[in-house]
């Protein structure tokens, strides 16, 4: 089992920045791949990023490349997502998932794992 606890959700002006950090615990975290989704009320959970076990390959959806970055430190059990030139379009729920699958994916019907999620709200 893996627990994950997001935070650093909060209210930002749009041109603004946010970190949200995912804390892990459980049965060999480094061994999973990594991710972070996004749903606003009333929409479809929607992929924002993910990163492989060792952290060398990542993959971002292309509303947030250019703008956001996953990364993890496997000695903190700790997984990141710095958030550069906020958008009111990036409102949303955040949250954390993981899987010990074989392959990337971007499909959250694969993650067998999820934190709570924190908002992120961004001002016009």
């Known amino acids: 089992q893996v627990q994950l606890v997001e935070s650093g959700g909060g209210l930002v002006q749009a041109g603004g920045s946010l970190r949200l950090s995912c804390a892990a615990s459980?049965?060999?975290?480094?061994?999973?791949?990594m991710a972070w989704f996004r749903q606003a009320p009333g929409k479809e959970r929607e992929f924002v990023a993910y990163i492989s076990q060792s952290g060398a390959a990542k993959n971002y959806a292309g509303a947030v490349k250019g703008r956001f970055t996953i990364s993890r430190d496997k000695a903190t059990n700790t997984v990141y997502l710095q958030m550069n030139s906020l958008k009111p379009e990036d409102t949303d729920v955040y949250y954390c998932a993981a899987t010990g699958g074989s392959f990337f994916t971007i499909a959250s019907s694969a993650y067998d794992y999820w934190g709570q999620g924190t908002q992120v709200t961004v001002s016009s």
């Open positions: 459980g049965r060999t975290f480094s061994n999973y791949v």
